[in-house]
């Protein structure tokens, strides 16, 4: 029975296909979404309210990561795997709440100019690429943490974390580069 162990070889091995199959998954599906030319038809008032949960939810993910750091260095590992928990279901309810807004509610242009305007693209370019690439280490150091690899979720969590971190800040900044243009 080996076989069905998540930290056995063949586990393993399933459990990294299905990160791979989600990290390339969730990118394509939500820029289908994102530019797809008919929006779904769920743009009622509540959808204009996503945005502002949103920005909240990755607030909330970026003090768990946060938390999350400071627990680890305490050594208090479980209290450390509490708030990366956290932060893994914060994302998770970002992204759904975030593809539900963006599948039926119009985009919205930034408004600014001069500086500011190239200030927001760069900060919304490079959270945009990041977040893009960052569910797969994300996930990966998640698995290797959860299942107790802690060699392993320390060489990944090297770069996933700084990452998720920088991609739940920026996005909380874009918000509010860009909440002053927002419709509905």
Known sequence: MEANNITSPAGEKKVYGWIVAISIAV????????????????????????PHLNAVINSAATVALLVGLYFIRQNNIPAHKASMTT??????????????????????????????????????????????????????????????????????????YPIWLYVTISGVVVYLMISPYYGG
């Not at 030319?37 to 204009?48: E, I």
Request: hydrophobic share 60%.
């Open 27 to 50: 990118p394509i599906v939500v820029a289908i979404l994102l530019f797809m030319p008919a929006k779904l038809d769920l743009a009622q008032d509540w959808v204009y309210f996503l």
């Open 87 to 160: 932060a893994f279901g914060l994302g998770a309810v970002f992204l759904v709440s975030y593809v539900v807004y963006h599948a039926s509610a119009p985009s919205t242009t930034f408004g600014g100019e001069g500086v500011i305007r190239t200030i927001y693209y760069v900060i919304l370019i490079t959270h945009i690429l990041l977040a893009a690439i960052a569910l797969f280490p994300i996930l990966l150091a998640y698995y290797f943490g959860m299942a107790g690899n802690y060699v392993r979720h320390k060489k990944v969590v090297r770069y996933a």
